[in-house]
């Protein structure tokens, strides 16, 4: 008997004659099964040869479990009888086998535990069977077993381990995975390099010259363009990114699912689906990447989709005039009857060359030059177009009969083309893409938004590209009616003599999209992260078009899946400030530190798994959405829970992800996207330098004065409450009222005023009542120094008559001081009404508004030599015409404000007359007038541009003129009445420093200005427009050709000089690259949307200049939270919550200073914490 059969548990009577041995034959033998590791356990005194003694071995030599009498004899009960009772559930559903012997040197008995792989043979596929209630009990007892396992060959020879030396890790890396979505998005592989077709397995060659492709790639768009090749092969298997590998101490290896807990012998190979999502890095060459992927497979001709039927490709000819088996059958199953043996049923040469070409769409394109001369012959090619015929595979009973109804065959034409479906501010910017990398001879398409589309046979024939809008795509879907294009009916339109392709008029169904008639070799979706949402009606269409390869292109897939990534140069700035004197009123908010962000070094041993959140969940969901409905993964589509089961159950824990579910999601991400680390790509290219800085700037006067007005309104709702039942203002029951709240105060950080007031009358009048109730109450004392201090607060807005007259102005523009003006005119001219007798004269006469402001400007400066008179009289007319204005305003802020109540003090009514401001400006930049100009100014400078031989001296002379025409001008102004007048600056500090920049910076660089909030660009755009510099604005209100030309101005006219946008519409991939300075007037907390407003003018490869980012916050305000927890959370690499009010360390500040402290802080903090909620 060999030694390593001989244990100290056997018997005598075995030790004597030696012990019978089991045969290896049995499927569950030891060699048919992977060794996963040993597992040791003391045991107390017993008569250890009675023990585990079986009077047999198994196949290695050791003893069976004996379950009982080890339970009965363990050292350590309360902890290695759970370990027992798992194991023999594990064993008794096989799931495990286990091995035991003793050891010769102690009281320890060693197990070593075999797992039973799921694809074991000679079991009859049983244990893929196993009932759902046992496989979902056993999956938390193999969690709870696995980290037990060791590794170490000493014990896996029933010996002790030495105390060093020796490692015991497991199959499996028990270790805490923290990486983030982002993390991992941050690590996916760059595409490998195919470009040596020597040594490439895939058979895939990128051609030293792509055909109609007029520019040149880098190297790596060059490995782009060859991985998307790759994965648009038909037939292309891969290793399941499902499982992992684990290897056990021998080198056995086994596939594992970590949150299934399959384990298989063989990995699974399953189909990659024809496509993916490209999300390079934004401003990388996405585009041209598409587009030389486009003409790389240009005349590949996509085949039918698959089907139980598996049609056969045809044309009108072969279908009517082939003969063949595969040509029979397609008339037979058709229903059309067969062909007859004569003469005329046969094909001529000609007819057969022709159907020949259109199957061969290379051989048309070589003789494209020679058809051309044959009109005739060009015209029956055209028509020949390839089809196929799709059946029903599944044919439902005729409802209250029993026999089948088959529809009949529904006719599918297959072209060359590739749909390519882009946001709509994004056409042009294609189109112009297009004629910039793509020779004249592609043939492509724009179907504008309310173009109609061609015949469904000149799509399917005559075009390479078709470009349309998203809108246009989703106005498709009530017309994507597949059924009824299903129809025993076939063409029977008659043909010529010559030639008999059919003059088919039969092909265009009304009613029905001719989008669904075509299979599309490709459809690509650009800003392909609105295929995150299933139920959008864009979403639908992609779903059922027909379409052999699959694209989403996106630099951010989904909210947390960034192209962040601002190049080397990239470079934070220290945040600037004024330094002013603090008003004694003000307080400047103190931020606790976070607890991921101590000085001291982090034990390794302490660090634990990141519990992954809802947000992190969402993300998923989108990810999901895109693999299984957009590109149509097999398996996904067939098994609507895979996903769920096999990704996110792994990931979503208590305690966090469970060992290598972060490494399947990282698989199957690497299977679908192709992407270059920013590292790879700047190997070749170095993206611009990128400045960033935070300018924290004082309020004004005026501005604290409604800042701690409507601070005073929180606090006395906060103190009269008591905190509680629907009167409070942050009740759960109350989130508009809150909301409203926390978009006036951020509103307010730049500009804003309330007719009402912000209600500080009232608050007047009812504090005393207060003060009376809460020392009736004995309220405690941080309350009422609180409520004293909203007295004060109320006190010094209600004496402050110039705050009072800015507040409710007719109309609620900007404030801003003026200088040098007569005291006549700006009686005459100012836009203040004397509603107090009391108000200050001096003050009252330095401030104007931007209307008034731009009408007495223009009225000097067409008559610079108008007398104090005749100006005076003019601002009483003036005055006269603005009352119908006014009144025109008031109606629209009516209509603007129906509906919409204020939320308890916080000046909702207001919200009325903003609104109608910002539609004002909306409707200012989107003027005929203002158009006219932007398309004349375009138009010249495109013609400068082409013009560069023009007459230089003409240009000279011109020049000449126009400066002693203005030099006169000049003259002229400087003896007017207004020669001494100076706008001395806003009543915003947002905006003075906007002015500031635009006029140190705009005569060499250009701006690009967001905002959230178009109430914030309208004052802007007033400022701008009396500093006569001229702007852009893009608003959400503009057509799409509005917005369209209003980009391409900007890019192309060294005139306009600042273009100001919405924030909104920053994230829709907009190319801005003529601007090198972008300011945010409030900070941004997503950061997917920071970063694609930023890459709008940044990172393009194309465009090498450096790029400054500042964004402007108020000093001792929520703002500077943002910006410091998104500081926070960028430099530990923590991930970030969507929104402000999900982000952990907010949440433990807003309990500490609300619930503890309960100070006025606080409540800034709680608004702070509803945030963009």
């Given at each position: 008997?060999?030694?390593?059969?001989?244990?100290?548990?056997?018997?005598?009577?075995?030790?004597l004659?030696?012990?019978?041995?089991?045969?290896?034959?049995?499927?569950?033998?030891?060699?048919?099964?992977?060794?996963?590791?040993?597992?040791?356990?003391?045991?107390?005194?017993?008569?250890?040869?009675?023990?585990?003694?079986?009077?047999?071995?198994?196949?290695?030599?050791?003893?069976?479990?004996?379950?009982?009498?080890?339970?009965?004899?363990?050292?350590?009960?309360?902890?290695d009888?759970?370990?027992?009772?798992?194991?023999?559930?594990?064993?008794?559903?096989?799931?495990?086998?286990?091995?035991?012997?003793?050891?010769?040197?102690?009281?320890?008995?060693?197990?070593?535990?075999?797992?039973?792989?799921?694809?074991?043979?000679?079991?009859?596929?049983?244990?893929?069977?196993?009932?759902?209630?046992?496989?979902?009990?056993?999956?938390?007892l193999?969690?709870?077993?696995?980290?037990?396992?060791?590794?170490?060959p000493?014990?896996?020879?029933a010996e002790?381990?030495?105390?060093?030396?020796?490692?015991?890790?497991?199959?499996?890396?028990?270790?805490?995975?923290?990486?983030?979505l982002?993390?991992?998005?941050?690590?996916?592989?760059?595409?490998?390099?195919?470009?040596?077709?020597?040594?490439?397995p895939?058979?895939?060659?990128?051609?030293?010259?792509?055909?109609?492709?007029?520019?040149?790639?880098?190297?790596?768009?060059?490995?782009?363009?060859?991985?998307?090749?790759?994965?648009e092969?038909?037939?292309?298997?891969?290793?399941?990114?499902?499982?992992?590998?684990?290897?056990?101490?021998?080198?056995?290896t086994?596939?594992?699912?970590?949150?299934t807990?399959?384990?298989?012998?063989?990995?699974?190979?399953?189909?990659?689906?024809?496509g993916?999502?490209?999300?390079?890095?934004?401003?990388?060459?996405?585009?041209?990447?598409?587009?030389?992927?486009?003409?790389?497979?240009?005349?590949?001709?996509?085949?039918?989709?698959?089907?139980?039927?598996?049609?056969?490709?045809?044309?009108?000819?072969?279908?009517?005039?082939?003969?063949?088996?595969?040509?029979?059958?397609?008339?037979?199953?058709?229903?059309?009857?067969?062909?007859?043996?004569?003469?005329?049923?046969?094909?001529?040469?000609?007819?057969?060359?022709?159907?020949?070409?259109?199957?061969?769409?290379?051989?048309r394109?070589?003789?494209?030059?020679?058809?051309?001369?044959?009109?005739?012959?060009t015209?029956?090619?055209?028509?020949?177009?390839?089809?196929?015929?799709?059946?029903?595979?599944?044919?439902?009973?005729?409802?209250?009969?029993?026999?089948?109804?088959?529809?009949?065959?529904?006719?599918?034409?297959?072209?060359?083309?590739?749909?390519?479906?882009?946001?709509?501010?994004?056409?042009?910017?294609?189109?112009?893409?297009?004629?910039?990398?793509?020779?004249?001879?592609?043939?492509?398409?724009?179907?504008?938004?309310?173009?109609?589309?061609?015949?469904?046979?000149?799509?399917?024939?005559?075009?390479?590209?078709?470009?349309?809008?998203?809108?246009?795509?989703?106005?498709?879907?009530?017309?994507?009616?597949?059924?009824?294009?299903?129809?025993?009916?076939?063409?029977?339109?008659?043909?010529?003599?010559?030639?008999?392709?059919?003059?088919?008029?039969?092909?265009?169904?009304?009613?029905?999209?001719?989008l669904?008639?075509?299979?599309?070799?490709?459809?690509?979706?650009?800003?392909?992260?609105?295929?995150?949402?299933?139920?959008?009606?864009?979403?639908?269409?992609?779903?059922?078009?027909?379409?052999?390869?699959?694209?989403?292109?996106?630099?951010?897939?989904?909210?947390?899946?960034?192209?962040?990534?601002f190049g080397?140069?990239?470079?934070?700035?220290?945040?600037?400030?004024?330094?002013?004197?603090?008003?004694?009123?003000?307080?400047?908010?103190?931020?606790?530190?976070?607890?991921?962000?101590?000085?001291?070094?982090?034990?390794?041993?302490?660090?634990?798994?990141?519990?992954?959140?809802t947000?992190?969940?969402?993300d998923?969901?989108?990810?999901?959405?895109?693999?299984?409905?957009?590109?149509?993964?097999?398996?996904?589509?067939?098994?609507?829970?895979?996903?769920?089961?096999?990704?996110?159950?792994?990931?979503?824990?208590?305690?966090?992800?469970?060992?290598?579910?972060?490494?399947?999601?990282?698989?199957?991400?690497?299977?679908?996207?192709?992407?270059?680390?920013?590292?790879?790509?700047?190997?070749?290219?170095?993206?611009?330098?990128?400045?960033?800085?935070?300018?924290?700037?004082?309020?004004?006067?005026?501005?604290?004065?409604?800042?701690?007005?409507?601070?005073?309104?929180?606090?006395?709702?906060?103190?009269?409450?008591?905190?509680?039942?629907?009167?409070?203002?942050?009740?759960?029951?109350?989130?508009?009222?809150?909301?409203?709240?926390?978009?006036?105060?951020?509103?307010?950080?730049?500009?804003?005023?309330?007719?009402n007031?912000?209600?500080?009358?009232?608050?007047?009048?009812?504090?005393?009542?207060?003060?009376?109730?809460?020392?009736?109450?004995?309220?405690?004392?941080?309350?009422?120094?609180?409520?004293?201090?909203?007295?004060?607060?109320?006190?010094?807005?209600?004496?402050?008559?110039?705050?009072?007259?800015?507040?409710?102005?007719?109309?609620?523009?900007?404030?801003?001081?003026?200088?040098?003006?007569?005291?006549?005119?700006?009686?005459?001219?100012?836009?203040?009404?004397?509603?107090s007798?009391?108000?200050?004269?001096?003050?009252?006469?330095?401030?104007?508004?931007?209307?008034?402001?731009?009408?007495?400007?223009?009225?000097?400066?067409?008559?610079?030599?108008?007398?104090?008179?005749?100006?005076?009289?003019?601002?009483?007319?003036?005055?006269?015409?603005?009352?119908s204005?006014?009144?025109?305003?008031?109606?629209?802020?009516?209509?603007?404000?129906?509906?919409?109540?204020?939320?308890?003090?916080?000046?909702?009514?207001?919200?009325?007359?903003?609104?109608?401001?910002?539609?004002?400006?909306?409707?200012?930049?989107?003027?005929?007038?203002?158009?006219?100009?932007?398309?004349?100014?375009?138009?010249?400078?495109?013609?400068?541009?082409?013009?560069?031989?023009?007459?230089?001296?003409?240009?000279?002379?011109a020049?000449?003129?126009?400066?002693?025409?203005?030099?006169?001008?000049?003259?002229?102004?400087?003896?007017?009445?207004?020669?001494?007048?100076?706008?001395?600056?806003?009543?915003?500090?947002?905006?003075?420093?906007?002015?500031?920049?635009v006029?140190?910076?705009?005569?060499?660089?250009?701006?690009?200005?967001?905002?959230?909030?178009?109430?914030?660009?309208?004052?802007?755009?007033?400022?701008?427009?009396?500093?006569?510099v001229?702007?852009?604005?893009?608003?959400?209100?503009?057509?799409?050709?509005?917005?369209?030309?209003?980009?391409?101005?900007f890019?192309?006219?060294?005139?306009?000089?600042?273009?100001?946008?919405?924030?909104?519409?920053?994230?829709?991939?907009?190319?801005?690259?003529?601007?090198?300075?972008?300011?945010?007037?409030?900070?941004?907390?997503?950061?997917?949307?920071?970063?694609?407003?930023?890459?709008?003018?940044?990172?393009?490869?194309?465009?090498?200049?450096?790029?400054?980012?500042?964004?402007?916050?108020?000093?001792?305000?929520?703002e500077?939270?943002?910006?410091?927890?998104?500081?926070?959370?960028?430099?530990?690499?923590?991930?970030?919550?969507?929104?402000?009010?999900?982000?952990?360390?907010?949440?433990?500040?807003?309990?500490?200073?609300?619930?503890?402290?309960?100070?006025?802080?606080?409540?800034?903090?709680?608004?702070?914490a509803?945030?963009?909620?």
């Amino acid at each position: 008997m060999a030694a390593n059969t001989v244990c100290l548990s056997c018997c005598d009577q075995c030790r004597l004659a030696g012990p019978s041995r089991l045969t290896d034959a049995d499927p569950f033998a030891s060699r048919h099964l992977f060794p996963a590791g040993s597992l040791a356990l003391g045991l107390r005194g017993c008569p250890w040869s009675e023990l585990t003694c079986g009077h047999t071995h198994l196949d290695d030599g050791w003893h069976d479990f004996a379950y009982e009498h080890i339970l009965n004899n363990l050292e350590n009960s309360a902890r290695d009888e759970r370990a027992v009772e798992h194991l023999n559930f594990l064993l008794q559903h096989d799931f495990i086998r286990i091995r035991c012997k003793l050891s010769q040197h102690s009281h320890l008995l060693f197990f070593r535990i075999y797992i039973v792989p799921y694809d074991l043979s000679g079991v009859r596929g049983r244990l893929r069977q196993r009932d759902e209630i046992i496989l979902k009990k056993s999956r938390p007892l193999f969690r709870t077993i696995l980290p037990l396992l060791s590794h170490c060959p000493h014990e896996w020879r029933a010996e002790p381990c030495p105390a060093s030396g020796c490692t015991k890790t497991g199959i499996l890396d028990t270790r805490p995975d923290t990486r983030t979505l982002a993390d991992i998005y941050a690590e996916l592989d760059s595409p490998m390099s195919l470009l040596s077709s020597q040594n490439d397995p895939t058979g895939v060659q990128f051609p030293d010259k792509i055909n109609g492709l007029q520019s040149s790639l880098h190297k790596y768009q060059r490995e782009t363009v060859s991985s998307m090749l790759y994965h648009e092969m038909a037939g292309v298997s891969i290793p399941d990114p499902l499982f992992l590998p684990i290897t056990s101490y021998d080198g056995t290896t086994v596939f594992i699912q970590p949150s299934t807990l399959e384990i298989l012998r063989e990995r699974p190979q399953v189909s990659r689906p024809r496509g993916g999502i490209l999300c390079e890095e934004l401003g990388t060459g996405k585009t041209v990447m598409t587009l030389a992927t486009i003409l790389s497979t240009l005349d590949q001709l996509p085949s039918p989709e698959p089907s139980f039927s598996n049609p056969i490709v045809l044309t009108p000819l072969s279908f009517r005039l082939f003969r063949g088996p595969g040509y029979d059958a397609a008339r037979q199953r058709a229903k059309r009857p067969a062909l007859h043996p004569t003469d005329e049923a046969f094909p001529t040469l000609l007819e057969t060359m022709i159907h020949f070409i259109r199957l061969n769409p290379a051989k048309r394109r070589q003789l494209q030059n020679i058809l051309e001369q044959r009109p005739s012959l060009t015209q029956a090619i055209r028509r020949n177009v390839p089809f196929y015929l799709q059946y029903k595979d599944i044919v439902q009973p005729v409802r209250g009969r029993g026999k089948p109804h088959d529809p009949g065959p529904r006719v599918v034409y297959l072209t060359t083309a590739t749909l390519v479906v882009v946001p709509p501010n994004l056409v042009a910017q294609w189109v112009s893409e297009i004629h910039k990398h793509v020779s004249s001879t592609i043939r492509f398409l724009v179907v504008r938004d309310h173009d109609d589309f061609p015949s469904v046979l000149d799509m399917a024939s005559e075009y390479d590209i078709i470009l349309l809008s998203h809108a246009r795509f989703a106005r498709e879907e009530p017309r994507f009616k597949l059924e009824s294009l299903h129809s025993w009916t076939l063409c029977d339109c008659p043909h010529p003599k010559h030639v008999r392709v059919p003059v088919c008029t039969c092909a265009n169904r009304k009613n029905v999209s001719p989008l669904t008639q075509i299979r599309w070799k490709r459809l690509v979706v650009d800003e392909g992260h609105v295929h995150g949402t299933a139920d959008t009606r864009i979403s639908g269409i992609a779903a059922k078009i027909n379409v052999e390869r699959r694209w989403l292109v996106s630099g951010t897939p989904t909210k947390m899946l960034l192209g962040l990534n601002f190049g080397a140069h990239g470079d934070d700035m220290e945040a600037n400030s004024l330094e002013e004197e603090q008003d004694e009123d003000e307080l400047v908010l103190q931020y606790p530190p976070s607890p991921s962000t101590s000085v001291e070094a982090i034990d390794s041993d302490t660090v634990t798994s990141r519990v992954w959140t809802t947000l992190d969940r969402e993300d998923l969901r989108r990810l999901h959405t895109m693999i299984a409905s957009f590109l149509r993964d097999e398996r996904f589509v067939m098994d609507h829970q895979l996903f769920k089961t096999h990704v996110m159950d792994g990931l979503f824990n208590r305690t966090g992800p469970q060992p290598g579910a972060i490494s399947v999601l990282r698989q199957l991400m690497n299977s679908v996207m192709i992407r270059h680390r920013i590292e790879d790509v700047e190997r070749e290219v170095l993206l611009p330098p990128l400045y960033e800085e935070t300018v924290v700037l004082d309020m004004d006067p005026i501005m604290r004065t409604s800042y701690n007005a409507l601070q005073a309104v929180v606090i006395t709702n906060a103190v009269d409450s008591e905190r509680v039942d629907q009167d409070y203002l942050f009740h759960k029951r109350n989130v508009a009222f809150l909301r409203e709240v926390v978009e006036n105060m951020s509103q307010l950080m730049f500009w804003r005023v309330d007719e009402n007031r912000y209600n500080v009358d009232e608050l007047s009048h009812n504090l005393e009542g207060m003060l009376t109730r809460a020392k009736e109450r004995n309220i405690s004392e941080s309350d009422m120094i609180l409520l004293k201090q909203a007295v004060r607060h109320v006190a010094n807005a209600k004496a402050d008559k110039t705050w009072a007259i800015v507040q409710t102005v007719p109309i609620p523009e900007m404030a801003f001081d003026v200088d040098g003006i007569p005291p006549p005119l700006l009686e005459a001219w100012a836009e203040m009404e004397r509603r107090s007798p009391q108000q200050s004269t001096e003050l009252q006469h330095s401030i104007m508004f931007p209307w008034r402001l731009s009408k007495l400007a223009a009225c000097v400066s067409s008559r610079p030599l108008i007398s104090l008179g005749d100006l005076v009289h003019a601002g009483h007319i003036q005055a006269m015409e603005d009352e119908s204005r006014n009144q025109l305003f008031d109606r629209a802020a009516r209509r603007k404000g129906s509906g919409k109540k204020g939320g308890k003090g916080s000046g909702g009514d207001n919200m009325g007359r903003e609104g109608a401001k910002a539609q004002e400006a909306a409707k200012a930049a989107e003027a005929p007038e203002k158009i006219s100009e932007l398309r004349r100014e375009m138009n010249a400078s495109l013609e400068w541009a082409s013009n560069s031989r023009g007459d230089l001296g003409q240009d000279i002379a011109a020049a000449t003129a126009a400066n002693a025409s203005s030099d006169a001008r000049k003259r002229m102004l400087r003896s007017s009445v207004l020669s001494k007048a100076r706008i001395l600056r806003s009543r915003s500090s947002k905006l003075n420093f906007i002015l500031s920049e635009v006029s140190n910076y705009s005569p060499t660089e250009k701006f690009l200005i967001f905002s959230k909030s178009q109430l914030t660009l309208a004052h802007i755009a007033d400022a701008l427009a009396l500093a006569r510099v001229k702007f852009i604005s893009y608003t959400g209100e503009m057509k799409v050709e509005n917005r369209q030309q209003a980009v391409t101005t900007f890019e192309t006219s060294d005139t306009y000089r600042v273009f100001l946008m919405e924030l909104k519409h920053g994230s829709h991939g907009l190319n801005l690259v003529s601007a090198s300075r972008i300011i945010f007037c409030e900070p941004v907390w997503q950061a997917d949307v920071e970063a694609q407003a930023i890459k709008a003018c940044h990172g393009t490869i194309y465009v090498l200049t450096y790029m400054t980012v500042k964004t402007l916050v108020i000093r001792g305000t929520p703002e500077e939270l943002i910006v410091s927890r998104r500081s926070e959370l960028k430099n530990s690499n923590q991930k970030q919550a969507t929104h402000f009010s999900d982000d952990d360390s907010v949440r433990r500040f807003i309990e500490v200073r609300l619930v503890r402290q309960t100070g006025l802080l606080a409540l800034i903090m709680h608004f702070s914490a509803s945030y963009l909620h």
